[in-house]
């Protein structure tokens, strides 16, 4: 009797892991952006990256404006790629973008920027990775479009010529 | 075309020839005086049957058959010669005539080599296997046909991926098969002893080489994956927790447990509901990885095509098979009650249970961290990776007793033991321990995580290192392997530790220089070969001693398909690898710069063929006793 239940609980286990499979195939393996619109922008206070500042995250984000929040990391060999762009769309001076450097060190992270060029606004240091975590971020580099402190669209991985001219006609 | 045609009628022929077994099987079953040996000439046919088949594609791929739907999607008339050859098996319909290839290889081995066993036994173990192989069969033939026609006939082909055109990764599917399409043959047996209810001290001394084989291939199939991941993705490292990797790693730690249980079965009749789950899940995480890695529903190299229906298949015979052995579990196994209880605490065979489920643990750890995003992602849509941290987080403590368990354990005696004459264990625990401390004193971070971790390490090592002096000779196998484990741990550990990085952007001539290292980026030079061109940087590196090493990265640029892979230069010695690679950055004159160095990378490599030699010699030890 205990064997019978027992087997007929690992099959009931098994079949569920069939269902959950089976669906699994259906689904699209292409890690597509979430596109949460018009998702208020998390609230978070953190210390920014020159002045070593804490500051709230209203502060940052003012109401009518677009930015562009890019996670980034000077160890992160895609963002290097991605920066040139980033430096393209700052010079428009219609977007501010806001730097998040994740979990990275100061000294690196200048290099980098006096390498590359700064293309940021302003760049919050996120050395434990706390606020990439609010974000809901799965990695480095990410970017968030954000109009009126909300999430219009979320870029995951590296930005690239298509995705910057979406955001350039997004912010017209 | 001549050979796509032989090709496809030896895979019918081969179906039907299964069919012919099972039917010729269950008559001598039934009157099982003797084996019939119609049974061993028709499974040699099969074999041979698909060997043509093989041979077939592969000579379609030598000769650019374009008419081949397969070789025009991964083959190009510029490739090299080796490469061509290799291609047969770098895509998705050769690869699994290779693993049909290879199933019907074991079952023919099976059947010659198993000497002194019941004629029914040997019968249900090629019917089950034919029930794999008549599988595999429709499977190939119905939704991925290695030789499907094309017209009009392609003038050139796609071209193999350049990522797959590298030599370790020419053999490593082929051997990474023995073992994964070994391990069949073990789960077939095992369902058949379960059946006639013979698992017995003899069946699992017969068993035991065919875990040794299997055991050998997929270690070695591992190795070349990890090796070529070294060299050719560019990242520097040799594991990267990587879907793909886990789905093998699974396998070949249900199968190192599976042989450690079979020993312990071989001195005394325990752990039979062990030795049947573990033969039975070690061969469906097999199927269960190429699955996972087949059908899409993960995203990686491997991934040869994104096709549901071949998915959908794949699944629901990995399910039939699954709930098949469930049920022959259940219904035929009778556990032996008296010896259920029958375990002394200090013992060689207790000490082997401790530590299998420490290797279930590690086991689950990876499946969960494989899975779980799939899973999540069907419940709930959400996307997640999980990534190294998960694993060493979870793995890496438990780490410790398992060394020391596995250092103690082979010093204990069967059945029972006592503590006895064993004051050196203690005094070169203490050494360990000493010697982890003066190295690790001079790095600030986890500071004792890292030593207790190393010394237990050390500890595995010293006790190995001691027997190879004090031998009695009789497990020198089991010694070469805990010897090569611990060598594999510490100079993982080491390579870890000690392991230093420099990433900066350099335009040629420039130098870059940090207080021990400098990078002079001295010139380009371009190459032309037959499938790429490149770029090759010479760069010259001089260390705080003055010595000077010239690395030549190159990028390449492949023209079938058009992509650009970096290959990276290594300056291999004997205690460190000296790594550097280059990428483009885009729209600039930069190259992005990435130079390591690595100690005892070798090391990793030479342990783990280590551990293979040990499992060998226990291998050829049994063949000459006999």
């Not at chain 2, 060689?348 to 899975?371: D, H, Q």
Request: proline share 4%; net charge positive.
């Amino acid at each position: 009797m205990k064997n019978k239940l027992l087997l007929l609980f690992i099959i009931s286990i098994f079949t569920i892991i069939f269902i959950i499979f089976y669906k699994g195939l259906k689904n699209t393996n292409v890690y597509t952006p979430d596109i949460k619109i018009n998702k208020e922008v998390p609230s978070f206070t953190s210390e920014l990256f020159y002045s070593n500042e804490v500051v709230k995250s209203k502060e940052i984000f003012d109401l009518d404006k677009f930015y562009l929040l890019n996670i980034w990391s000077s160890w992160c060999a895609p963002c290097r790629q991605e920066h040139s762009l980033l430096m393209d769309l700052m010079e428009t001076k219609k977007i501010k973008i806001i730097g998040v450097n994740y979990k990275d060190t100061k000294k690196n992270a200048e290099s980098f920027l006096s390498e590359l060029g700064n293309p940021f606004y302003q760049i919050i240091f996120d050395k434990e990775g706390v606020t990439a975590i609010e974000w809901g971020a799965y990695g480095v580099p990410e970017s968030f479009l954000i109009y009126d402190r909300k999430i219009l669209k979320k870029y995951i991985g590296p930005l690239d010529e298509q995705s910057i001219k979406e955001i350039k006609f997004l912010i017209k | 075309m001549l050979f796509s045609i032989i090709g496809h009628y030896s895979l019918i022929l081969g179906l039907l020839i299964s069919l012919t077994l099972i039917f010729f099987s269950i008559n001598n079953f039934k009157n099982s005086k003797s084996f019939d040996t119609k049974i061993l000439s028709f499974t040699f046919l099969q074999f041979i049957l698909v060997v043509v088949s093989f041979l077939c594609l592969i000579l379609s791929f030598i000769f650019s058959d374009f008419s081949n739907e397969t070789v025009f999607n991964n083959s190009h008339t510029t490739k090299p010669l080796f490469y061509k050859i290799s291609g047969t098996w770098g895509n998705h319909e050769g690869s699994l005539l290779l693993w049909l290839l290879v199933l019907t290889l074991f079952i023919f081995l099976f059947l010659i080599k198993t000497k002194n066993q019941p004629i029914k036994y040997k019968i249900l173990t090629l019917v089950f296997q034919q029930v794999i192989i008549i599988g595999f069969f429709v499977f190939l033939i119905k939704t991925s046909n290695p030789f499907n026609y094309l017209y009009p006939i392609p003038e050139e082909g796609l071209g193999l991926n350049p990522i797959l055109q590298d030599p370790a990764l020419a053999i490593h599917p082929p051997i990474l098969y023995l073992g994964y399409v070994g391990s069949s043959i073990i789960f077939s047996s095992a369902l058949a002893a379960t059946s006639l209810n013979m698992i017995s001290k003899k069946w699992a001394s017969h068993i035991k080489k065919w875990v040794l084989i299997s055991w050998v291939f997929l270690t070695l199939g591992i190795l070349l994956g990890s090796i070529w991941a070294y060299y050719e993705l560019g990242w520097g490292g040799f594991w990267f927790w990587d879907p793909v990797e886990n789905v093998s790693l699974m396998p070949w730690l249900a199968l190192t447990t599976l042989l450690h249980c079979v020993l312990v079965l071989e001195k005394k009749l325990v752990l039979t509901s062990w030795v049947i789950i573990l033969s039975i899940s070690t061969f469906t995480l097999s199927m269960c990885g190429t699955f996972l890695v087949r059908s899409g529903i993960l995203n990686s190299v491997h991934t040869f095509a994104n096709d549901p229906e071949r998915g959908l298949f794949i699944l629901i015979f990995l399910f039939s098979l699954i709930f098949i052995s469930l049920f022959i579990f259940f219904f035929f196994h009778k556990p032996n009650q008296s010896n259920l209880n029958n375990f002394f605490w200090l013992s060689k065979e207790t000490s082997i249970i401790i530590n299998n489920w420490f290797m279930m643990y590690f086991l689950s750890v990876v499946l969960v961290g494989t899975v779980y995003p799939i899973f999540l992602d069907v419940l709930t849509s959400e996307k997640i990776s999980v990534g190294p941290p998960f694993y060493h987080k979870l793995i890496i403590p438990f780490l410790i007793p398992f060394l020391l368990i596995m250092a103690i354990g082979p010093k204990l005696k069967w059945i029972k033991s006592n503590l006895e004459d064993k004051v050196y264990l203690i005094s070169l625990l203490f050494i360990s321990f000493l010697l982890s401390f003066l190295i690790v004193k001079n790095f600030n971070s986890n500071f004792l995580i890292n030593t207790i971790l190393i010394s237990s390490a050390l500890y595995l090592f010293f006790v190995t290192l001691r027997d190879f002096f004090i031998m009695k000779k009789n497990n020198i196998s089991q010694n070469i392997a805990h010897f090569g484990f611990s060598l594999l741990i510490l100079s993982i550990l080491f390579n870890s530790l000690f392991s230093t990085e420099i990433i900066t952007n350099l335009k040629v001539g420039e130098t870059f220089e940090t207080s021990t290292t400098k990078i002079i980026f001295k010139n380009i030079n371009q190459k032309k070969e037959k499938n790429y061109k490149s770029v090759v940087g010479n760069f010259s590196i001089q260390n705080s001693n003055g010595k000077i090493d010239n690395l030549s990265p190159e990028l390449r640029i492949y023209n079938q398909p058009n992509i650009v892979t970096s290959e990276a230069d290594i300056k291999t010695t004997l205690l460190s690898d000296k790594f550097l690679v280059i990428n483009l950055v885009q729209n600039q004159d930069y190259f992005n710069v990435r130079y390591q160095v690595k100690p005892f990378m070798l090391w990793i490599w030479l342990s783990v063929l280590l551990i293979s030699l040990g499992a060998l010699i226990s291998l050829f030890k049994k063949e000459y006793e006999k």
